[in-house]
């Protein structure tokens, strides 16, 4: 079937219009589609490599100082000796030491693409006890800082009363533990 409006191309996009009058159809080619704004122009499509080669298309700072001798020097992992460009161009890590080696790169990217650079996961049971009770001490040591560097005193001393009832709650877990180790 041929396009209503241009009666040149073949017609591949059918618009059904409803009306007072009732319903009408019209079979129309991309072209005249496009050209009635019923269809978005043609955006250009990327694959997931070009989508990758966007988001690791920044230099990574190898140092605070602007030495040229630095920049040039390209980044490469002491263990695997995968160089960031190899990194960049297939978007895996090669071992754990690349993270330490890239570090200064990686993080920006890191933020970009999950909002943080901190990994926040489930505990395992077995350790959970005691490992959420230091993450949260930690936590809220962190936030009593920036309570103090904020002046707000009366919230910090909240958060040091809290953290000493969660360290003596962590301290009687580790006593129960150790019991538990010696008797079994």
């Known amino acids: ?58 230099e990574p700072k190898t140092t605070k100082h602007n030495d040229t001798n630095n920049l040039k020097k390209p980044l490469i992992c002491p263990s695997c000796h995968m160089s960031y460009q190899d990194f960049t161009r297939t978007g895996k890590i090669g071992c754990s030491d690349c993270y330490k080696t890239f570090a200064l790169a990686l993080e920006p990217l890191l933020r970009r693409i999950h909002g943080s650079s901190t990994h926040i996961g ?7 006890g005691t490992l959420s009770l230091k993450q949260e001490i930690l936590n809220l040591r962190k936030q009593i800082t920036k309570y103090v560097e904020a002046e707000e005193y009366e919230q910090a001393a909240v958060l040091r009363d809290r953290i000493k009832v969660l360290e003596n709650q962590l301290h009687a877990k580790q006593n129960l533990d150790k019991g538990v180790d010696q008797n079994a």
């Open 122 to 128: 489930k505990i395992p049971n077995r350790a959970g």
């Open 1 to 58: 079937m041929l396009c209503d409006e241009c009666h040149k191309h073949e017609a591949s996009i059918y618009v059904t219009e409803i009306t007072s009058q009732g319903q009408i159809e019209h079979h129309l080619c991309e072209f005249c589609a496009t050209k009635l704004g019923l269809l978005a122009e043609k955006q250009n499509v990327f694959s997931i490599n070009d989508f990758l080669s966007g988001i690791f298309n920044h």
